[in-house]
């Protein structure tokens, strides 16, 4: 998706809708699921729980994207 980069490069976070996003994924998740983002980032989209997750200091970072783990 390269191609997108471009067009998003000024695109600001929305954070009512990407935490509410966060926050539905958490209940679609099948057991076992998770989601890994900057620590950061949870904290400023309030959302936290088991499933919740920083991927570690040695992976990318998630500052621009979500991971998820099924």
Request: charged content about 25%.
């Amino acid at each position: 998706m390269t191609w997108l980069q471009p067009l998003m490069r000024d695109a600001p976070l929305d954070e009512t809708l990407t935490g509410d996003a966060i926050r539905w994924l958490k209940t679609a998740l099948p057991a076992g699921g998770k989601i890994f983002l900057e620590p950061h980032l949870a904290d400023r989209l309030g959302v936290a729980g088991d499933k919740v997750r920083f991927q570690g200091c040695r992976a990318a970072r998630h500052d621009d994207h979500i991971h998820i783990q099924l």
